[in-house]
């Protein structure tokens, strides 16, 4: 009996699957330069990737689930170029006689720890691949919280 008792044991208590291969993905691409246009590409290929589920009171289980579904939502906003007087830390399209020009999305996330939260703010004057010159960005209108991304 005690043969028998302790494997099942054993066997009820540890996890049987955890799927962390999205996860992975953006942490590895976190790495190599950016996720924003690393989830947009993995989403594209990859359309069975369900977003992270909340739980029956609205909250995302972790914080990690909190921030991936946060950049999820991002890559669902709208493509807008911009001209920047600076260089720009990451890539570029192409440079003109003012600055660079960078491609864009028109919402972001920020963390807040107070109400440990992801809020997702979006830009609300902006179209689709409408491009913004340095001296007319202000154009672009405030951006406002759009979503609330709770855990």
């Not at 996720?35 to 989403?43: A, D, G, Y």
């Not at 920047?84 to 006689?97: A, F």
């Not at 996330?109 to 992801?118: I, K």
Request: aromatic share 12%; glycine share 6%; charged share 30%.
């Amino acid at each position: 009996m005690k043969r028998l008792l302790i494997p099942l044991l054993a066997a009820l208590a540890l996890p049987t699957a955890v799927n962390a291969d999205p996860l992975r993905n953006i942490l590895k691409h976190t790495l190599k330069g950016g996720t924003k246009e690393t989830i947009r590409n993995e989403s594209k290929k990859n359309k069975k990737y369900v977003s992270p589920s909340t739980n029956f009171f609205g909250k995302y289980r972790s914080k990690v689930e909190a921030e991936e579904a946060c950049n999820i939502w991002i890559t669902k906003g709208v493509e807008y170029s911009v001209e920047i007087p600076g260089k720009p830390r990451g890539r570029y399209l192409y440079l003109t006689r003012n600055g660079y020009v960078i491609e864009t999305i028109n919402r972001y996330c920020r963390f807040e720890r107070d109400t440990s939260q992801y809020l997702g703010y979006e830009y609300t004057g902006v179209k689709k691949n409408e491009h913004f010159k340095a001296n007319d960005r202000d154009r672009r209108k405030k951006a406002n919280i759009k979503k609330y991304f709770k855990y």
